[in-house]
Structures are given as structure tokens and as C-alpha cells.
């Protein structure tokens, strides 16, 4: 199937609107409604001057009209949202954040604790800061009823992290996040006999793990622990990090898992800043190898934005609305503009050359965009383990009488 077959690759809609922009044309609209009535006063109510000047503003206005950037249409429907991924260093860092979240319509998020390395980018802090964030995360939850999902997280060299576990999960955590699958984070084997009992305990229990593990590095150990935890839930972001080459067997090897698997999900989440450019660019350049990924898992793939929420300057609520929003916008639009990915940015992809930052989306349907936006991550949220995968064939076939 070629792109320019497929429906979804006509033109940018131009007739979207966004709120940013609606909201400067509303502005130069007044002040040229201004200037008309003005001039209408100084012409001595000439009716005709007004006419023809009425024209000429309607004319401008048709103009811009034709500039109109394409971001999140008001054409599709109020989704239910639900941001399956993110952090968040302090609580006084989330108000920017529910604010954006509520403008984009992002209706709950899912907040994992993090350690200090994820947090502040500082590889020495990667042994700490472990409890005292998932309490944080706990104690946002606990401030904003119904709008934040916690998630615990473990340092797996911690001889305590099992009991740690259990005390998260009295307090009520609703799962757990693991970062040993990350090149830099990796200190134990995946599949290490320490970590077997925190495994068991989130299978038993129905608790998910939204587990970052790179498939092309660990994915022998990470199998191991599937094969013995077939009841365990999964969600590994990043596509198992295998989105940077959409083309490369580890495309395969993903869709193998997720057919192998029934209680392994993905989530769709890049990363932050250059991160985010690179896998929208990726997309943009390969939507076909993208929508075919959605229409056969759509029942598999999370919603994710993976901003990290800190006190970074940079992080403001404009900030925090562009990226949920461009996090939306390639799932939902044809095509669309992201200024981080233009050439002027600092985190553009250079090898793009994206001048304007445009960039092409997948248009998705909106029963897929149901599913990955809300439907997918509640059903596995439901702390009832789900029924048991089904076991290799070893039943016997009725004896013929
Ligand atoms: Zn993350």
C-alpha cells in the first residue's frame, strides 16, 4: 500500500483550527473591528467606506484562513485520555502540568516514581532518591483525587525492595515501574533470582509493570521472565526502544513478542525533547510501517507522553501543552507542525532538515485512538489477574467412539 493511495494522505487540513491560533486571529480581528469603526467615525458615517472596508478585512481574513495550522481538530471527537507515562520530580511542579494537561485534554495521568539519574540527568544519583519519590508521587495522587495514577518503583539492589513493595501497595500504589532494561540504568540480569519474588508478588497481586527494556540488548533474560511469569502484565514503553529503525528485524522481533505474549503491551511514548523530534520524524518518514503496527495492536499499545515534569525553566505550561499536543497530533492528524522539530530549534533531527517543523501523522481511526488513548491501560489496570495465557498444546483430543 502506497501513501498516496491510502485516504489519510490528502493535504494538510487546513480547515483545523488551533486554539493558539484562533486565539491571535480573534486578537487581530478586534483590533482591525477597532480601526473599522475608527475610520467609520472619521468619514462621517459613510456607509460605503465601511462596505468596502468591511470587504477588505473579510478578504485578509480568508487569507489567513489559508495559513491555518493543522494541530488538534476539532472535528474528532472528546476523547478520554489518559497519559500512561510520565514523572514528576516535586509536587510544586504540578500545577504547570495539570494545567496543560487539562487544556489538551488529558484527563488522568500515570505518574512513576523515578530514581535521581531519570530525574536530574546526574548518572550518581542512580542509586537514590527512590523512596523518597515514589512517596511524592503518592502523596500527588493522594492531593488530586481521580486526576493522578501512581506507580511505585525499586532499586533492584535494594535487599529490601520486597517489603518496600508491599508497603507501596498497602499505600496504594497501582503499579510498579522498572528501569533495569535501560543501557544506562542495567545493573542486574533481567531475569536475576533477587528479583524473581518482586515478579511473582505484581503477577499475584494483578499489578502491572511498566518495565523500560531495551529488546535489542536484553531481550533473552526479559523472555525468561515472561515464560515464567505468563500472568504477569506488562507494558514496556519506547516500542522496546525498537522505533528508531522501523525497518530493522527488531520491528519483527517486537510484533513476535506481542504475538507470543498476550499480557505484554507497549507503550508509545518516545522520550523528552530531541527524543520526541527523533521518533516524530521517524514516524513522519515511515507511516505506513506505523499504521500497519497500530491497526494490528491496537488493543496492545499505551498512550504516552514521557515529558519529565521538573522545575526545569524551560518547562513551562505552554511547554507542557505543545508537547502533549504533539504527542497527540501524530497519532491524530495528517499533518502538522511541531516547533521543536524545525531547523531553528536546538532539538530538531538535523539530518531532517524540517525547515517549518512539519511533519505527517497517521490519522488513526478513532476506535484505535479509544483504545490507546483510555481503554487499553484501564483494562490493565484492573488489579484482577487476567485469565491465565493460554499453555501450549498439550491437551488430548477426544477419542474417537
Ligand atoms: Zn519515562
Known sequence: MTDENTPQSQAPDTSADTKTYARQRRGARTSTKIGVIAIFFLVGSNLSTYVVLTDRVERLDSRYGALRVPTIASERPDFRIINGHDHLYMRRHLPKYLHAAERTGIDRTLFVASNGYTLLGKREKMHEMYDENVQEV??????????IIPFSTLDPEDPDKLEKLKKYERQGIAGLKLYSGHGNMYTLPLDHEDMLPVYAFCEEQGLPILWHVRFDSYL???????DLFPNLKVIVPHFGVAFYRP????????QDLLDRYPNLYIDCSFGTRSILVHGLEIVSQNRDIFRDFFNKYSDRVVFGTDMVVTGNKEKTTLWVESVIQANRDWLEKDAYYFYMASTQS???????????GLLRGLALPDDILRRVYAENLERILQRQPPPPAPQAKTTQLPQPR
Do not use: D
Open 138 to 147: 503518592l502523596a500527588a495522587a493522594r492531593e488530586n483525587p481521580g486526576k
Open 220 to 226: 533473552k533474560e526479559f523472555r525468561t521472565v515472561l
Open 247 to 254: 525497518k530493522s528485524p527488531g520491528w519483527k522481533e517486537l
Open 346 to 356: 536546538p532539538y530538531a533531527l538535523k539530518s531532517a532538515r524540517n525547515q517549518y
